[in-house]
């Protein structure tokens, strides 16, 4: 069986793999030439992903790269994995998918599947792409063609964690498109999860983002009430989650980050109001989460004032790029903002950062590109004023980090487990 997945970022890539590994021969797709370039020479560009897995699957001809969309003619299926951001005025932006689908039409052919992978509100599938699928074809969905959403699932780094493990929910625009696109995921995922439409799928996906998002911003306010009780937030989970039901851990943070959880909720809270309706605790969690890096500068102004010195010309630290732990995915990273805030007040902020080792160029914080991360030791880490740990990588060596720096200021409780002096560590 042939297939084509477009978009070959944090979704697309390993999804291709893990089809390829399944005997699916996979053409994957990509605007970008330089991604399609490293993939044919058997190299990977997520840090996770092991070039040898890619060149493996390139030499026994079960994948390659393309950005000639006309390949789509000779394939049963094409899977879309392409980003779904926020416009700068924070409404949906599922121009990428409708570009892909108006790239795709053309070389439709009878009895193709297609399916969206892409976080969106409900309806992008079904009506969105749908009308340009067919626009650009001159074929219908559901009779000449066939249409599904299949949301991803992806958890990068987690060993436990494989794209065949995870169960995968999926909607079809019709029965029998649903039958299609199960039998093509049955070949490469171990549980499927079918639902009755498209539309169920979408709002799945949303559903489970939501979920993160209000919760993260539930201890995220509940870090700050404590705080000031002189309650540590931190302490407090690790007894609540003793209970063996009926609660799950979430964690505070120094603000959201990444592709989704600060991005797909505002999906829904778009779509909502075309039927008149409100999402407050959708709002009300981005509000809360938004503040931390707020809350976290606040921190790092009391922390600083107790060694009797300012934000202003003081040199701080950031450790962790990334948005969470581990991963080099700094998309939407709340450090960039800690950046940004702790600059404007006057601060010289330079950051350590193992898997990010230069900033790339961002759309939102492009004048930090190029910068490059600090080198780990004992004259460079003690010559800082403070550091604040913004993600808490576990390559990190934290008891050399209390050693030698002289303020730490923690989003993370990364120096739980550390030998510190007091005075020397304070929680954000
Ligand atoms: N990263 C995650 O952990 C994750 C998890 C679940 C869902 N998602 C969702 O999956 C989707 C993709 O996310 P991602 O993290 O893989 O994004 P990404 O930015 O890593 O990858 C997207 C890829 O699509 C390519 N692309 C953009 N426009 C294209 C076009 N018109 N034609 C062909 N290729 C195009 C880009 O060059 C890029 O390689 C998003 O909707 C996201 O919300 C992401």
Known sequence: MNISVVGLGYVGLPLSL???????????LDVDAKKVRLLNEGQSYINHIEPSTIAELVTSGKFSASTDFAGIKGVEAVIICVPTPLTKNREPDISFVLDTGRAIAPHLTKGTLVVLESTTYPGTTDTDLRMVLEEGSGLRAGIDFHLAFSPEREDPVNQQSKVKLIPKVMGGYTPACLDRAMALYGKAIDTLVPVSSCCVAEATKLLENIFRSVNIALVNELKVVYGAMGIDIWEVIEAAKTKPFGYMPFYPGPGLGGHCIPIDPFYLTWKAREYGQHTRFIELAGEINTRMPEHVVHQVGEALNFHQKAINGSKILIIGLAYKPNVDDERES????????????????EYFDPYVPVIKPTREHGHFAGQKSVDWNVGIIASFDLVLIATNHACIDYQQLADWACCIVDTRNAMTAVRVSAGRVWKA
């Open 18 to 28: 893990q089809f390829a590994r399944s005997c699916v021969t996979v053409l994957g």
């Open 334 to 349: 709340p450090s960039y903002v800690l950046m940004e805030l702790l600059s404007q007040r006057g601060a010289t902020v």
